[in-house]
């Protein structure tokens, strides 16, 4: 593919979103051009990060489920003895950052540890051969133009699939904290703190301020989550398409090229892990400070 556009052209398609919605003209189909896939606005769908997003997180219920089923009380399977490390980091994991009690943390760890990872190891796979695979299914199938069928791979170079998991972690947070703490125990958090005064009048000057300084601070968090996630998985991607248009510019830089993309592949590993491992973690926190109670 990079042979037969230009560089520039090249990493915009490794870019752009295969994009459904409702076009200008009002009917509704798939976007042709980055620009058409920016005019369907808010309620199109980015057809192939939603669809790669569902299919990992099916993948990883049927390893799971499946290490369930053959598990035995004798001598484990290699599958048994790496499902069961996994639950004990992440147990670990809870037991150091969750001071609560609520058996539900633990699922939400390994579930959004285990997809996060998986939707990350994505960026491992060769930057080419599965938009090729889509742009000649697009072209064989559906009579689409092969040049305006976009495939990417990466959920989580998708700003949509990061924010939307950040939010329902989001969510989760707000429904624990006014569980916990009840409605007043929640307001009281967005209004009391962190500036406080015996006197009446003092206190009431410092609500408006305490409120806009807690809730930035609130809103901050899943922000915060899902720019981080996005952020370092974009920058991750587009470095690997630049080292693929080296493959176009004679053997000599196709080499080099082939050392660099070893060389960040190797690094990457700890990227991809290490991302899903703090995305974990801050949920963590995030769902502990929603069952403390300490200050009520």
Partial sequence: MAGEITSAEYIKHHLTNLTYGQKVDGSWGFAHTANE???????????????WSLGLGMLFLFIF?????????????????????????????????????????????????????????????????????????GEVFLGMDPHHVYMKIVPTTDPNITFGIAIAVFIMMLYYSIKVKGFGGFSAELVLHPFSSKNPVIMALFIPVNFILEFVSLISKPVSLALRLFGNMYAGETIFILIAIMYGAGWGLGLFGGMLQLGWAIFHILVITLQAFIFMTLTIVYLDMAHQTDDH
């Fill in 37 to 51: 896939a920016k005019e369907m606005g808010f309620w199109a769908f980015h057809v192939d990060s939603l669809a």
């Fill in 65 to 137: 489920r499946m290490a369930a089923k053959r598990a035995t009380a004798g001598v484990p399977t290699g599958m048994q003895n790496f499902v069961e490390w996994i639950i004990e980091f992440i147990d670990v994991s809870v037991r150091g950052s969750f001071r609560g009690n609520n058996p539900w943390v633990a699922p939400i760890a390994l579930t959004i540890f285990i997809w996060v990872f998986l939707m990350n190891l994505m960026d491992l796979v060769a930057i080419d051969h599965l938009p090729k695979l889509a742009a000649w299914v």
